[in-house]
């Protein structure tokens, strides 16, 4: 069974930082693409970040880039986002998410397989 578990979310001031993991289990890690989505009360899930299968390519969206960095150790089956210089509006449930495909990342939320619970961040001005 595919489990992929968000942590490190919580409450931080505006300007503070955060680093949330996923930890996979249950499927070739090295094999698929990942990916962070978040979704902020009454508004659609969005794309944060993905990286490829081997961390060579990655890809944010515009309204985080240069604050926030994904990562992946696929030694250890983890998934990483560093938020730096937090900001009230990046307050979301934060998901990670697993694509498997032999190349490249998906913005699209329908292109992911396999979804975490996702993990609260709570950014106060």
């Known amino acids: 069974q595919v489990q992929l578990e968000e942590s490190g979310g919580g409450l931080v001031q505006a300007g503070g930082s955060l680093r949330l993991s996923c930890a996979a289990s249950?499927?070739?890690?090295?094999?698929?693409?990942m990916g962070w989505f978040r979704q902020a009360p009454g508004k659609e899930r969005e794309f944060v970040a993905g990286?490829?299968?081997?961390?060579?390519?990655?890809w944010s969206a515009d309204s985080v880039k240069g604050r926030f960095t994904i990562s992946r150790d696929n030694a250890k089956n983890t998934l990483y986002l560093q938020m730096n210089t937090l900001k009230p509006e990046d307050t979301a449930v934060y998901y990670c998410?697993?694509?498997?495909?032999?190349?490249?990342?998906?913005?699209?939320?329908?292109?992911?397989?396999?979804w975490g619970q996702g993990t609260q961040v709570t950014v106060s001005s």
């Open positions: 998410a697993a694509d498997f495909r032999l190349s490249g990342i998906s913005s699209s939320e329908h292109e992911y397989d396999y």
């Open positions: 249950g499927l070739s890690f090295s094999e698929h693409a």
């Open positions: 990286i490829s299968r081997a961390g060579g390519t990655k």
